[in-house]
């Protein structure tokens, strides 16, 4: 599969935890109205976990195109200050990656999250957001690679002349993307070989897995 990237901004107002309540319950007369940026991304990211996005199944990775968010923050301003933690945070910022199949663009997954993020908007008009898209890099291609490529022929004979046996499985489809596709998409046959067991930062994959890929 492939890979894209982008990052949210919410924007809210400054106020202490105390009284965000109070107004909530009973807004003062005048007074402005305290607006958390982190319960705002919190909405945002719930909706976009259950975006119907525009693409068409790809049957050799049905459980794709998956949304991920690993990295959020929020504090004071844009730099979010973590000082003062009983204020409220009036900027939160969210990295979410989408794992993408055959058809779907950075365009196109920016075009459902815009999508997504104004009919929340419609419910709750406080909502103030900014996405930001990388600019030149747009994000791992998804990829449908040949498996007679030569490439991988080479690696087969290789892994069974060292390794005295066949290569358990060849075209394995994987939720990971990885720097190959941008290879493959270039016009470079290009693959990616490792061991079985998981992913490499998972705990039950051992280093020493990896010196058959020395050897080969």
């Not at 950075?106 to 419910?123: F, G, M, S, W």
Request: charged share 20%; glycine share 8%; hydrophobic share 35%.
């Amino acid at each position: 599969c492939g890979g894209v990237s982008l990052t949210i901004h919410t924007r809210g107002s400054v106020g202490s935890i105390h009284e965000g309540i109070s107004a909530s319950e009973s807004p003062r007369l005048g007074a402005q109205k305290e607006i958390d940026a982190f319960r705002k991304m919190v909405k945002i990211l719930d909706a976009l976990e259950k975006t119907e996005m525009t693409f068409k199944p790809w049957s050799k990775l049905p459980h794709a195109p998956a949304f991920s968010c690993g990295t959020i923050t929020a504090g004071r301003g844009r730099d979010h200050d973590p000082r003062s933690s009983y204020f409220m945070a009036d900027f939160c910022t969210a990295i979410v990656n989408y794992a993408t199949v055959p058809g779907q663009t950075q365009d196109t997954i920016l075009a459902d999250v815009q999508r997504t993020i104004e009919k929340l908007k419609e419910e709750d008009p406080e909502i103030q957001y900014e996405i930001v898209a990388p600019v030149g890099y747009r994000g791992f291609p998804p990829i449908d690679a040949r498996p007679d490529m030569p490439v991988i022929e080479a690696i087969k004979s290789n892994y069974r002349r060292v390794m005295g046996g066949d290569i358990k499985e060849v075209g394995a489809p994987s939720l990971m993307p990885s720097d190959h596709t941008l290879l493959y998409a270039a016009g470079v046959d290009a693959v990616c070989y490792g061991p079985t067991g998981g992913w490499v930062h998972e705990p039950a994959v051992r280093h020493y897995q990896y010196l058959s890929l020395i050897h080969i």
